[in-house]
């Protein structure tokens, strides 16, 4: 019987699809077996009011709700990558979800009614959905929950992702600086390392920098790069001409911000040009003048 590779042989893509293959048994798998499940119930519950339902007819109610739910999964896993709920994100993020969550659950009810009446019509009977407004508000209870859940779902799997990238980097010393990096003047790579490789980062690729405990996660070209040092050692390496600490918790890239919205408190939310946001504290407002003239 064949073993699985330990953690630390993994490639970036071997997690990638290791993560992949996981949602789509555990999502597919539940949704199936939960909709399996209504079916024998509602012939059940129907034949104890002697009402006699053709097994079609509950699959084809169940079956027809799974299929627009899994289709949907996708377009709310590419929302919850770009609005992640955390603890700096919740005040603004939970508010957008929840719009988000009306959505889904129209696009779900009006995609599983076609699905009925296309199903009924070929079964030569009609499907008559009951009052739109009463019935969508029942679904849209359902809705909420599932959306719910798949979000943490989502999350969960983003965790294991972390998990499985930590392993395979935990076995490996943390990179060494090269003394070319450490001479006056701002420096114009990074080198970083990430399932036992080490990479080399230009700094004029990087979107923005977060804390992460001992570590800092870079943010460059659509990927995460740990590198193993302190937000206020790397601020004082890189270039204040191009790079500028906006919170505690995070340095930017100057020429990646699209937008400085105003927030609460007199704080501000920095958008940056990839579509992520970052929060921007007032005690750093000082350093960037030249962006509020």
Known sequence: MATAAPASRLTEAGIRRRVLVWQIVIFGGTIAAICTMNVFTELTDYGRGGV????????????????????????????????????????????????????????HVGGMVALRKLGYAMMGQHYRFAPWVSDWIYEYRKDVMAYVLIVAGLQAFHIYRMWLEGRATQAAPAPSVPSAEVAPGPVQRLVVKKLNREFILNTADVDRIDADGNYVTIHAQGQTWPLRESMASLERRLDPARFARVHRGHIVNLDRIREIQPWDSGDYRIMLTDGSFVNFSRRYRSRLPQLFN
């Open 52 to 107: 006699r339902l053709q097994w079609w007819e509950p699959a084809l109610w169940e079956y027809s709700s799974a299929v627009l739910l899994w289709l949907l999964i996708p377009a709310v896993a590419w929302l919850y990558r770009r609005v992640p709920i955390a603890a700096r994100t919740w005040r603004w993020a939970i508010p957008l979800h929840l719009a988000a969550s009306v959505v889904f659950s129209l696009v």
